[in-house]
């Protein structure tokens, strides 16, 4: 199967928010679908009967991989497009993982503990996923998708000693720094990210 993707699949962070890769999608000049998730019950993006945990937001993931799709994903979007590509390894063609966690052990790795900031300045956030632990430390090299790491260098919530890890892990990663960048990197960001985006899902890759 020839490795380029008829759709581009942009996940956001905790905040739910629809929005948030909206200024770098409209940097990128490739001809596929885009859809932009929401998180019911994150933020803005209104609760939906059935969606309890985080099993049911990687139902939502999995929903639209029914053909050659990008997986382009904020912060905790990271962990379940991770999770996404090996569930449906056929369809993932290129995964862009910016500012996450990636199911590995965050404090062991310097990272702030982004709760109590967090919970305060949503409006929602379910109580089950602040509780959340995905450890894929094991599962890591079985991703077999081209993988970009977009990590920022300033900051505390996933530090680039998280970047560096995942890029040992993931057998087909490669790790970008950007100087002064923060968590919210990719919308704050998006003039640099873009390029660097493009150039990744240009690249075909034969599975």
Known sequence: MTGLPERLLFLPGASGDTNFWRPLEQR????????????????????RPGVEGFEDLLALVLEPLDRPCALIAQSMGGVLALRAA???PRWVTHLVLCA?????????LGAADWRPGFRTSLSQLPDWFATETTDLSERLPEVAAPTLLLWGEADPFSPVAVGERL?????????????????????HHADRLAPLIQSHLSNAHHA
């Open 28 to 47: 990128l000049v490739c001809r596929a679908e885009r859809l932009h998730l929401g998180w019911p019950g994150f933020g803005d993006t209104p609760s």
């Open 86 to 88: 090996l569930a449906r």
């Open 100 to 108: 996450t966690s990636g199911g590995l052990p965050m404090a062991e």
């Open 167 to 187: 890029a040992r892990r993931l057998p087909r990663a490669r790790l970008q720094v950007i100087p002064g960048g923060d968590h919210d990197l990719g919308l």
